[in-house]
């Protein structure tokens, strides 16, 4: 029997304790219902082997908890282990489901031992696989050290910082501590493992500090004296916390200790915990509530995989598809996206390989017609027949070429900075303006992208940096937005690179011809601030029956220019 995949979903909360708000999650597996909460400051990704693990026996409901991965904070600076076990249960409402086993690795186990004492009648049963029992001082020393503010920098310093505290985890225990006695007999991650810890890091941001803190300031040996559903704290010989067994003393009944041993057996011990009290089914994933006033998240199946989209349907008419940069992802479409809402529909899915869908729904070598094949595959998904197109940079040339696949169901079209470089251009900008970005051991890569991302706002090309290439508008370099383009790019694990190769390699200038033939409605548009702005006026001018839309440099208003168009020579 095939095994099911791993896919990934959205529950939206709306009348929650914190008000509307969405949960990501990640599902696979057969069987009775278990919760699998991951460690801070991580997401669901870390869950993942464990659930590849267990879903022959499982069916395994891994969601990122407030805050992290995808889904959206508690809205507060301080919340206690009580409010994300609180999270959970209203998560689990969410989804229909009365009652369910949970198993918590790391902070996910502090999770599990405050829902075991405060909703023991939702628990069928719990794993806590590495708590943590803190004495006083201890807890006083984690809460000042273990845990400095992590606040984009306008220089990347950040960065390095965060990299560095990284490998120091593989070090160190506390981390913040460089002593003989606090050394760790472990291998140092690869880069690459190093690099996903990274990227969850930047996920959650400053808020990182919250579900840490909550985790260490729990007073776990009077919640698992309260402990009123059957608990298994364990941890592997190899995890640090194993250590804090021992000081588990007058546990409630429920509550059995048991070391693991390797990893792997020690999640067969869970497994086993597990299958002997859980016996509570789930139904079928089922689509999140709208939410008004905001881009709600979803995913949509497509051939080989699932695409991410945002979306918000407040208004009526004929719906506007964003398409991003090959630098983007729907979160940096989030400012163009905001002007449209409350007066058209409007979505924004990821392009494959890009922000959080799957590289594999290109089903082949990757090219501009592939992911064109792709989105059309989600809005057929979607059941969306006629529609406005508005794609950005290498997004501009997947929307190009979807219109000529396409071209009935295209109500306007609208190209917003369509590479279109000279000869001379294109091969310098392949030859050096696409550097194959990797993970370094020293975290050096960071400090790559970062600057190049920031220069790309100053030159055109940016590698060149010379006085003629100086783009004159006012540049947008908020530390916060090159962070949110940092994690695209870097998420993308190399796809932005091969996506912006292959529309430098696309043939537009023919494509825009069969375009102007097929009479489909287009246009193009720039703004000040466009890295590609410098190629529209050429296009403009060798295709001039294609109105030209001059945008403003804040994106909430291009859609006011967009509809109608501010035509301009």
């Known amino acids: 029997m095939t095994e099911p995949a791993i896919t990934r979903h959205f529950a939206t909360i709306t009348g929650g304790r914190w008000g509307a708000r969405q949960v990501h999650y990640r599902r696979t597996g057969r069987g009775p219902v278990v919760l699998c909460l991951h460690q801070s400051p991580l ?31 508690l809205g507060v600076t301080h919340a206690e282990m009580e409010d994300f076990a609180d999270a959970v249960v209203e998560f689990m409402d969410a989804l229909g489901v009365a009652r369910a086993a949970v198993y918590g690795f790391h902070t996910g186990a502090m999770i599990t031992l405050a829902l075991a004492a405060r909703h023991p009648q939702r628990i069928s049963c719990a794993v806590a696989n590495g708590v943590v029992l803190l004495t006083d001082p201890e807890r006083d020393d984690f809460v000042e050290h273990y845990l400095p503010p992590l606040r984009p920098s306008w220089d990347g310093t950040h960065l390095a910082w965060l990299w560095a505290r990284l490998r120091e985890q593989k070090i160190f225990f506390p981390w913040y501590r460089a002593s003989a006695t606090a050394r760790l007999p472990v291998d140092m991650a690869t880069p690459a493992t190093l690099q996903d810890a990274a990227l969850d890091f930047m996920r959650s941001g400053d808020h990182y500090r919250v579900g840490y803190r909550a985790a260490f300031t729990l007073r776990s040996a009077e919640t698992l004296r309260h402990a009123g559903a059957p608990l298994l704290a364990t941890a592997a010989a190899s995890d640090v916390l194993s250590q804090q067994l021992p000081r588990i003393r007058d546990a409630s009944a429920q509550v059995t200790v048991r070391p693991g041993g390797t990893p792997d057996e020690t999640l067969d011990l869970g497994r086993r915990f597990i299958k002997r009290h859980a016996r509570d089914r789930i139904g079928a994933p089922t689509a999140p509530a709208a939410l008004r006033g905001v881009m709600r998240q979803d995913f949509v199946d497509v051939p080989g995989g699932q695409l991410r989209l945002r979306r918000n349907d407040d208004a009526a008419g004929t719906p506007v598809l964003l398409l991003h940069d090959a630098y983007g992802s729907v979160d940096t479409l989030r400012g163009i996206a905001g002007g449209y809402i409350g007066r058209r ?89 696409l550097p194959d970005i990797q993970p370094e051991w020293h975290g050096g890569h960071l400090l790559h992208a970062w600057h190049m ?117």
């Open 43 to 73: 997401s669901s990704l870390d869950m993942v082997a464990t659930m590849a693990r267990w879903r022959p026996h499982l069916t395994c409901i891994a969601p990122d908890t407030p805050g992290f991965g995808l889904s959206d904070p």
């Open 453 to 569: 991302l920031r220069d790309r706002r100053f030159y055109r090309p940016w590698y060149d940096r010379s006085r003629a290439g100086v783009l004159r508008a006012t540049p947008r370099v908020d530390p916060e937005d090159i962070q949110s383009e940092l994690l695209d790019l870097l998420r993308s694990r190399g796809m932005w690179r091969r996506t912006a190769l292959a529309a430098l390699a696309h043939p537009v200038a023919a494509q825009l011809k069969r375009l102007v033939a097929l009479r489909v409605p287009a246009r193009f548009a720039a703004a000040p601030a466009d890295p590609h702005g410098p190629d529209t006026p050429r296009a403009a001018r060798a295709f001039p029956s294609l109105p030209c839309v001059a945008l403003p440099d804040d994106p909430a208003g291009w859609a006011t220019a967009l509809s109608p168009p501010e035509l301009v020579s």
């Open 345 to 433: 529909p409007v979505l924004a899915i990821d392009l494959p390989g890009h922000g959080e869908s799957d590289a594999a729904s290109l089903r082949g070598r990757p090219s501009i017609a592939a992911h064109a094949r792709a989105v059309l595959a989600a809005l057929d998904g979607l059941g969306l027949r006629d529609i406005e197109v508005l794609g950005l940079g290498s997004g501009a040339t997947v929307a190009l070429a979807a219109a000529l696949r396409a071209p009935t169901r295209i109500a306007q079209l609208t190209l917003v900075g369509l590479p279109m470089p000279d000869a001379a251009a294109r091969r310098g900008f392949m030859r050096r303006g």
